[in-house]
Structure formats: C-alpha cells, structure tokens
C-alpha cells in the first residue's frame, strides 16, 4: 500500500533537473539541410561560416559621384571644384562618375560625394563640400568577410539571418533535426475533442496543451492518443513512444493514488526507469521524471497547469539540449508586484502574474488561483515569478522578476 | 531635375506614421473559421465565449474520500473519527466514498479528506484532520463560467489558449484571415539566390526578409520575383500586388536618385499615391508610404537593414490593425549602456544593441555599423533602442530601453 500514501519526500526543483541531465545526458541531435526558407526557428548544427565577403565589392553608400578624394580639397558652396564627367570603368584625376546607391566604386575613386553636395553642369559637376578618402563606400567585407563565423552553432534562426544568409549566397542551412515527441494522455475519463461527454468525464486538454509547447520550441509532437488507467494500455503506449520518438511525455497517472500507474510501468520497462518522483514545486508536485533506452520519460500531471510548469521546468531544457541550443531563456522584466501573495516554504512556487505597464511603470498582477486545475490563470496571465523555497510569501510592491510567454499588456493611462 | 535633389522635407516618424493612418484607415480583414490545433499564433476574430462550465462539475482537487464535513469535526491523530466506505452515488452521514484527482464530487459530500489525512481500515477509513465545507473541491464554473468571455477578440492565440478551448470543448476558433502581403523587390543590380551573379550584382536577400518579417506576424507574404529599373516593369508588379494582395511591400528604387520610380510610379497609378516620402529616421529615411486602391503600399530602402526598420515602424502597425491586434508592443527590457553613442539631431535613431545579462545587471552593448547595409548589425543585435529626435546622443551608463525582437543573452560571470 505504499503507493497509496503521500510522496515520503520531494526533491527540490534544483536537485531534480541535476540528477535528471547528470543520468540522462542528453545530446544535441544529428544535423540536416534544409533550404533557407525552411531554417528560420531552426537551431544551427555548426558554425556558418560566410563563403564569401560582404560586401562583394566596394559599393557606394550613397548616391552620388564617385571621385578621388583630393579632387575635393577645400570645396565649399563659394568655391566649387568643378569635375568632368566620365563614363568610363576609371575615375582619372579630375573626374567625377556618377553612381548610385549600392553600385561598385569604379577603380581610381576615393569616395562618393553624396549628390546633395554637388551641383550639375551641362558637361561637369561641382562639388561644395569635401570628402575624406573612403568616404561614403561600404568596403568589401565591411558587413562580413568570406571565413569569418556569420552564424554560430546552436542559434536559433531568426528572419535577419535569413536575410544575411541569402546576401551570402547560402541556400541551404545545416540545422539539427526536430525532436519528435510522443505524447500520450492518459486517464479513464478523458475523451477527446469532438466527442460527445457524459457525466464525470473530462475533455483530454492536454493533447493540445503539451504538443502546442513542443512546438513552440521547434519540436514535432506526435499525440499516440489515450492509455486507459491499465498497465498493459500504458505499458504499450510508452514502448511505442520510445520507438518513435526522442522523448515522450505523458499527462495524467502521476499521483500517488491507485491510478498512479505511469511512473510503475516505467520502472518496470527497464533501468534506470523513473530517477525522480515527487518534486518540492507548485504546481507540479507529482510530476516524474525517468530514462528509458536512453531516451528522456517526462511523467507530466493530468492538471493542465501543473503539466504546462513540469514542462517548463523540465522537458523545455532537455528539448533545448537536443537542439543544441544552451542560452534561451524566455524574455523577462522586472516590475512592481501589486499585491501580497503567499508562498509555500520547501515548494517552489511558480505564480501566474499579468505583467501590464501603466504610465511607464511595469507592474506584475497575480492571477489568484487556487488549483493547478484553472487552465483560466494561464490565459489570464502573460508570464509567471517564481516564490523561492524559502520565502513564506512575497510582499506587495516588492520587485519581481517576470519570466514572459506572451507580450506584455499596455494599460491606457 | 527635382527628383535628383535630396528630400526636402522629411517628415518625424510620429507624424507619418499618424499621417499614413488617417489616409488610410486600416480596417479588420474577415473572420475565417479554423480548426483548433491551427489556431495557434491566429488573432480571434470575436470574443469566444465558454460554451459551458469549466469545470464542467464539482470535482476532486485531490486523491481521498469525499465525505460531509461535519464527519470529520474535530478529528485528530489521536482521535480520529471513523466513517464507513459506501460504493454508491450519494454520500450519507457516517460515509465515505474514495474519489481521485478530478473525479467528480459525489452527491452529499461537501468536503474531500485528502488520502495522506486518513488511515485505511479493513472496512472503513480514520479521518485524522478536520476539513471544512468546500476544501479540496474544485467548483463546477470556477475555471470559467458558461457565458464568460474566454478570449477577447484580437487576441494572439498562445498555447495556453489552445488547452483553455480544448477543455471547453471548442474545436473550431474564429480568427481573422491572414493578410495577404505582396512583395516586390527592384533594383537592376538584383539577382535571385542560387543563380549564378557576376561583378557589381547583389543577391536578393529583402526578399527573404521581409518575407519572414510578415510570417513572424501571421501574415502571408508572396513573392512578385524582381522588378527592374523600368517604370512599366514596377507599374506591372505593384497592379498585380494590388489585385492580389492586401497590402504591397516593395524594396529597392525608393532613394533620392534616377532610380527613384517606385514612388514616381505609385502617384501615377492612382489617388491619393505616395503620402509621405522621406521619414526623420536613421536607417530607413528614403522610406515612403502609400495608398492605392485603400490598400496600404510600403516602399521600403534596398538597404536591408533601412528595410527592416521601415518594416517595423511602419508596415508592422499596419498588419496588426489588419489583424486587429492592437496591443501586441514588442517585449522590452530596461539595461545600461555600455559606450556612449551619437544620435542624429532631428532624426529618430534606431540603433542596435545586444542585450546581455551579467551578474543580474542587464546591458545593452551598441552594434556599431555605419552603414545600414550591413545585416550583421542586425544578427548581432536581439533588439534595438531608439535615440530621440532632441538627443545628440545617448550617454555611457544611460538607462535605456531595448525592443528585443530575440531572447537576452546570459553571459557567464
């Protein structure tokens, strides 16, 4: 009956993610090229490395005349330098070439004289002002030089490197391949979207929940549909996963009451099986976590809430391990808590808050909620702030770091 | 000659921005009914109201037995009170009925003991702690309330969202279609990637950035290919941009030089035409707007980086309205300066920075890059900062705001 009483212990958040990755180990995925299009919020397999300078020739900055520099000595709006034109590819000593925005600098020029400090003649130009050498001339390699690293390993694509990228004459992109992961749902009174419920049953949330978080981290979910409350139904599902997949998540029959049949079937599957069980957080407290054939087993609760924060806490860094990708933490802000709220000594608790700003002032507004059960303190909220382990609670106007999943609202003033 | 001069007036970016509004006054596209898991990143068209109460009834928050609370006055560890286990639908005085996490409330209970407050007799079970009316029950309608407004209209569907409407069992969301964007790029020196490009020829890479500058807000871009410097070459496209889309973007051809057509061409094709040519803005000031047809025609610099930041102040506004999304700033973040920079008195200044964080503090690290073509100012940067029209320059030290369009980066102490 030990299955039926309360965990015996809770690790903390900290402990349990390092004796999570310190088992699992998890390694970046193998690389595959994509066409350019394709790679943006992709994460780069290697360094991208410019196959040629940026720009490719020296290109005028401006609109203008191309001249050299020493033509202009002294020029000014009472003394003009007047210059003859040419058509040639050489600008001479005494000439002047027209040339636009972008063009290469013909050979002979200096510098561009931007065409607001000339004045046309019918067979000439004066120039007004002086120029320095170089002046107005984006250098070859001046934005990049062919070698040089215009992308590193484990950056997230973004549409300006698409743009740097496409300059470089790159058209296909070495990204690491998109994580697939299984999930599965499990509980007798799930039914899925679209059919019709009875008395006591719940529709399964989660599916969308927990694929729609993968996929904001550029993993591809695949949903493996319902277990039943049954260990044979769980036990399949899972083996399934784990042949499919590179990690597989699961909501639901993770308490520790009779129904706590996911984190037993995945000690039973093979070694290590479930690393930990019980984590000293709010919401989430029952979540599990094991390694199975080597492969990550996020064990989520069947509270939409507290899966959405295992996820979080959990299988968010793993997912940006298999990618590659180390340094992305969601956007964050500091602000204002506008009331006090309690906090729960030992848990570490992650508060749903409404960042708003008001007047230049960035104000954080906890949603109460008392359940993990209440999807509504998720879409109430654009962000959360974690209450320490050891704070009893935090007070009114004290400053709070807001980590962001959504923009912040503006209040009008 | 006057198209070969400078601009001679530029108009601040307030004034066009509000100028361009007022002539065009964008309205919301149509609403378009979509299935749920494609809601994602979509803007609800209306407020979606709960079709129904969530929870859908009372329910267990807890594993336990469900009992009326006044069977457990006063009980203690040392006096705990006894109840017997009953399997029916009711709960009567003197019973208890197991119940787990999410199970409806039966009939007659109005309280749930949890299972670790109770010891588990052969027939029976010992409540060792008192409960009050209502705990550990989620009530039916606490999440959400049949008739509540889940999600306001012109919302940006998160993740969050999608699990909400899940569980309220919606399976379709209206959301407003995507704008269709044309895009257009010019300019005689252009060649698309992939083709073989001889001296003095650029790849076309506004194409692909401003293409993923329009997917990132949840418009549809579609590619024209390349105008020439040819007024009956652009006329053809932009008609077709008109006919096709719901606003045009064009790149290239917009400077102060002969190649200047894109404009010239868009006051020829219609009423009202170009309605601001030349925006107080340091990259971006050859940028001009216009109307044809009432739809909105963005002609943005060739220089990719002028490109982009005519995008963001400019086309971004307009494609939200489209949207209907009014509110969606991007995340922001409060650093410190780390050198001091020049402005452009009179001109709004957009200058890119990295922001970092270090030992807490938040900095923001100036890209410099003369010129606005080079697009590693762009990859370097996660956001930007905007020096004042009346500010000569921002100081070393300054606390400054930084627009990020990519996550901070966290460097190691």
Chains 1, 2 share one sequence.
């Not at 002294?74 to 027209?98: C, N």
Request: proline share 6%.
């Amino acid at each position: 009956m030990a299955r039926l009483k309360g965990f015996e212990k809770l690790t903390t958040v900290d402990n349990a993610l390092s004796i999570f990755l310190d088992a699992l180990k998890p390694k970046r995925l193998q690389a595959e090229s994509v066409p350019l299009a394709d790679a943006v919020e992709r994460a780069t397999a290697d360094n991208i490395v410019a196959p040629m300078d940026l720009p490719r020739f020296d290109r005028s900055a401006v609109d203008g005349y191309a001249i050299r520099a020493d033509d202009a000595f002294e020029a000014t709006q009472f003394k003009p330098r007047t210059l003859k034109l040419t058509r040639e590819e050489i600008v001479r000593k005494g000439y002047a070439k027209e040339v636009w925005t972008g063009n290469p600098v013909p050979e002979g020029a200096t510098a561009v004289v931007m065409l607001e400090h000339t004045r046309k003649l019918k067979n000439g130009v004066e120039i007004v002002m002086p120029v320095t050498p170089g002046e107005n001339i984006s250098r070859k390699g001046e934005d990049i030089r062919k070698g040089e690293v215009a992308i590193e390993a484990g950056t997230r694509v973004n549409t300006y490197h698409l743009g740097l990228l496409a300059a470089l004459g790159v058209s296909e992109v070495g990204v690491v391949r998109k994580p697939r992961v299984a999930i599965i749902s499990t509980g007798n009174e799930l039914v899925e979207l679209g059919k019709v419920t009875s008395p006591g049953q719940i529709i399964n949330s989660n599916r969308f929940l927990v694929s729609g978080l993968c996929r904001e981290l550029g993993a591809e979910p695949e949903y493996l549909g319902i277990a039943r409350d049954d260990e044979e139904d769980i036990r399949m599902k899972i083996v399934e996963g784990l042949a499919k997949a590179d990690a597989v998540i699961t909501t639901g029959g993770t308490s520790v009451g009779t129904a706590d049949l996911v984190p037993l079937v995945i000690s039973e599957l093979g070694k290590p099986g479930i690393v930990v069980h019980g984590v000293a957080m709010r919401p989430g407290m029952p979540t599990a976590l094991g390694i199975l054939k080597r492969k990550p087993v996020f064990v989520l609760s069947g509270y939409p809430v507290a899966a959405a924060f295992g996820f979080e806490v959990f299988a968010r860094p793993v997912i940006l391990r298999l990618l590659g990708v180390q340094n992305e933490p969601r956007p964050w802000i500091e602000g204002r808590l506008t009331r006090r709220v309690a906090g729960a000594l030992g848990r570490r608790v992650y508060l749903r808050v409404k960042a708003v700003e008001q007047k230049g002032e960035l104000h954080a507004e906890p949603i109460l909620a008392k359940g993990s059960g209440l999807l509504s303190s998720l879409t109430k909220a654009n962000g959360y702030v974690i209450i320490p382990e050891n704070r009893e609670g935090l007070e009114e106007g004290e400053t709070v770091t807001v980590h962001l999943f959504s923009p912040i609202a503006r209040k009008e003033d």
